[in-house]
């Protein structure tokens, strides 16, 4: 299976042996001007194709961000790839996302503008995003969010992404513990990536809060 579906799952301008980025662990809510956040997350990846599942990548991941007003955050992502196969050498990605709210609170768009690298090998993305958000109470909500990749760099391919997350909290303005199950599709070829995780992030309030 590796050698025929897998293959054109793979990004295919790395050597290295990852599927793209597919966890979000983002809602609808917006930071608020001047608050700040910090998030931490973990995400497992594997390829279903021909009946078959194979795991192909954990991932870990760091974002920062920063309310520019109460409809406008951005948010900077580090992730690190690390591929199951023995051998292969990790990816690393790098994305600037600015966040915009369409009806506060409950749809909001997002634009990362990312960049895989590994060595001397890159590939850029552009990942437009539209998060839906219900929000039972402000200790929990759950989260369906869609986006396309773009890949400028390989012909224009598009992957199209769907994610479900929930967050969970005392009070989901200042933290949240965040689990999220995805899945991501090439229109063209068969096979599906599927991706399960969890992320924890904090708000940190600016000075005039």
């Known amino acids: 299976m590796k050698n025929l579906t897998l293959g054109i799952l793979f990004l295919s301008a790395l050597s290295a042996c990852v599927v793209p980025i597919n966890s979000s662990f983002e809602s ?20 279903n194709a021909e009946g078959e599942s194979e795991a192909v990548n954990n ?3 760091l974002r920062l961000g920063y ?13 690190r790839l690390l591929p199951k196969e023995e051998g292969a050498s990790g990816v690393n990605y790098l994305d600037l996302a600015p ?12 634009m990362p503008i990312g960049l895989y690298f590994a060595e001397d090998e890159t590939q850029w993305v ?16 759950a989260t369906l969010a869609a986006k396309a990749d773009i890949f400028p760099d390989d012909d224009g391919e ?16 200042r933290w949240a513990i965040r689990p999220e199950l995805g899945f991501m599709v090439n ?4 096979g599906t990536i599927w991706s399960f995780g969890i992320g924890f992030n904090a708000v940190l309030p ?3 809060q």
């Open 59 to 61: 991932n870990f991941g």
């Open 158 to 173: 598009v992957y199209l992404g769907f994610n479900l997350g929930f967050g969970m909290s005392q009070n989901l303005d």
């Open 126 to 141: 552009f990942s437009p995003k539209l998060l839906y958000t219900y929000p039972a109470n402000n200790m929990f909500e």
């Open 28 to 47: 609808a809510r917006m930071l608020g001007k001047g608050n700040a956040e910090a998030m931490g997350h973990y995400s497992h990846y594997l390829v």
């Open 67 to 79: 309310g520019i007003s109460d409809r406008f955050d951005l948010k900077m992502r580090y992730i």
């Open 187 to 190: 229109p063209g070829e068969s």
């Open 206 to 208: 600016g000075r005039n």
């Open 99 to 110: 966040k915009v709210a369409i009806v506060p609170g409950i749809f909001a768009g997002t």
